[in-house]
Nanobody
Framework: QVQLVESGGGLVQAGGSLRLSCAAS????????MAWYRQAPGKQRELVAR???????NYADSVKGRFTISRDNAKNTVYLQMNSLKPEDTAVYSC??????????????WGQGTQVTVSS
């Protein structure tokens, strides 16, 4: 069974930085796209950043130049470095990964989510 476990959320002042991690575990054969989403109270979930297995990235306009997504394929882990944080970045951040596991069709798995709160 595949699991995604996130870490690194917390409370930070505006202008500060946080680094989120999301590690995939289980009977994994391959991981395709990995991504971070966020959902603020009363708002729809939105894509923050995505990285392909080859390392290509794309970002939401609101985080370009401030956030950096990366991955360590040997560790089945995706990271989100968040700099110059703003109060409007406050949300629950969840990772998503498209994974092929043993005896399982390709499926998009979700982590449990981690809270990021930016105070003004």
């Amino acid at each position: 069974q595949v699991q995604l476990v996130e870490s690194g959320g917390g409370l930070v002042q505006a202008g500060g930085s946080l680094r989120l991690s999301c590690a995939a575990s289980g009977s994994i054969l391959s991981i395709n796209d990995m991504a971070w989403y966020r959902q603020a109270p009363g708002k729809q979930r939105e894509l923050v950043a995505r990285i392909t297995s080859g390392g290509s990235t794309n970002y939401a306009d609101s985080v370009k130049g401030r956030f950096t997504i990366s991955r360590d394929n040997a560790k089945n882990t995706v990271y989100l470095q968040m700099n110059s944080l703003k109060p409007e970045d406050t949300a629950v951040y969840s990772c998503n990964a498209v994974i092929k596991a043993i005896a399982t069709p390709v499926f998009a798995y979700w982590g449990q989510g981690t809270q990021v709160t930016v105070s003004s």
